[in-house]
């Protein structure tokens, strides 16, 4: 595990000019602060509207007991423009009554989280249904070629 932002290379996200798509972070849960995770990547408008949507998401989980979150998907790569986060949560200490309704609604393509939350939010531990294994290691393998990557770990207790 390390930390985001530090001069540790395997972190650093770069434009991959032979296949041209965005590089993801380097294979392993990497720990950051909430202020590490804005400063690292809320660099545009659009990211800065997305880390306030996804901190009230952050914020509501946490009024439930949750205590840790997992950032994954194309806001954690180096796309000016992702349109929304990808995110797992753990479930223990989690009072299901406070969980926000819109948060355990996965029809119609999570629809509902997209529209309340700006983003998609798992249970960790739920399968995830492409690949029948947990939303946090299915949030660790890259959707085209199945390889390994990294995603942020994010402890809600911290929270600002």
Do not use: H
Not at 25 to 30: E, F
Not at 51 to 74: E, M, N
Request: proline fraction near 6%.
């Amino acid at each position: 595990m390390g930390a985001i932002g530090g001069p540790d290379p395997t972190l650093l996200l770069c434009w991959d000019t032979s296949l041209r798509r965005v590089r993801q972070l380097a294979r392993g849960i990497y720990e950051a602060t909430w202020d590490e995770l804005a400063a690292r990547y809320g660099t545009t408008d659009q990211r800065q509207r997305l880390l306030d949507r996804l901190k009230r998401a952050l914020d509501s989980l946490r009024s439930t007991g949750c205590r840790r979150a997992y950032i994954d998907g194309s806001f954690v790569t180096a796309n000016d423009d992702p349109g929304d986060f990808d995110a797992c949560w753990e479930a223990r200490n989690v009072d299901p009554l406070l969980l926000d309704p819109a948060l355990m609604d996965f029809a119609d393509r999570r629809r509902a989280q997209k529209s309340t939350l700006g983003g998609e939010l798992f249970p960790a531990d739920l399968p995830a249904a492409a690949v029948g294994v947990p939303f946090l290691d299915y949030f660790q393998l890259d959707k085209n070629t199945g390889a390994t990557k990294g995603i942020v770990a994010i402890d809600l207790e911290d929270l600002p």
